[in-house]
């Protein structure tokens, strides 16, 4: 029994009814067409993955059965904080997806010298639900039981103030090595610049909170596509690629 992966912010219960947010069940009931008996998948974002059957299907309302509740799978050994500096238009949402997908435990958008998005108000608030139903969706397609979280934007500063993890990387030119440590770190946190990359000061100021420099190759990436790249490395040596 399979079904498609919906995520839910509910308690779930064996036996219990659980009905499905508005734009989840518009997807079931007329894309999808899914009706009375068909099997789906809930997971709630914090760890539990459910299985469930449809047992009522109409265009405004879809509710799902709870059959048997077991723990998700899918999370790393390395819990990575990734800092990424705010792009234009969909490169943040890439980032977030790909971050996800990659198995980053939280994100914090981060506003630089050199970016150019400046968010206030309810602008930010929108955007920030934004990124968070990215996320979501991101973990419905690679099979995440967690929705690691994306905190609101921070000043670069702010967030290196708060850094405490084993291992801390900011992309940026400088010797080989960043990973070549022996031990396994638990935690990590990578920095990401924006497109006009990090400024001296800012670099700077993360070699100062601890971050070493990490380098990939000579050929510049885009900002959205170094955090691929970047985790992608740390999940090989330190998690649970390969």
Do not use: N
Not at 72 to 84: C, F, I, K, N
């Amino acid at each position: 029994m399979s079904g498609p992966r919906i995520h839910v912010a509910a308690d779930f219960t064996v036996g219990g009814d659980v009905v499905l947010p508005e734009g989840p069940a518009r997807h079931v009931a007329r894309v999808l067409r899914l009706g009375e008996g068909a099997p789906v998948r809930l997971f709630d974002g914090a760890g539990h993955e459910a299985r469930a059957v449809i047992v009522e299907a109409s265009r405004k309302r879809v509710v799902a059965r709870i059959d048997a509740i077991e723990a998700g799978r899918g999370e790393s050994p390395l819990a990575v904080h990734l800092g990424q500096a705010i792009s234009k238009g969909d490169r943040m949402d890439y980032a977030i997806q790909k971050a996800v997908e990659l198995g980053v435990a939280a994100i914090t958008p981060l506003y630089t010298e050199h970016g150019d998005v400046r968010l206030k108000g309810e602008r930010e608030a929108k955007k920030l639900a934004h990124w968070q139903a990215v996320a979501a969706s991101a973990c419905e397609q690679c099979g995440r039981a967690v929705v690691p979280p994306v905190h609101s934007p921070l000043p670069l500063a702010e967030w290196l103030s708060q850094r405490s993890e084993a291992l801390r990387l900011v992309l940026h030119p400088g010797t080989a090595g960043a990973l070549e440590q022996g031990d396994k770190p638990a935690t990590a946190a990578l920095l990401i610049g924006p497109e006009g990359g990090l400024s001296d000061s800012e670099v700077a100021a993360a070699r100062q909170a601890g971050f070493a420099p990490l380098s990939l190759g000579l050929r510049i990436l885009r900002t959205e596509t170094a955090p691929v790249v970047a985790l992608s490395l740390l999940q090989y040596r330190f998690g649970d690629l390969g």
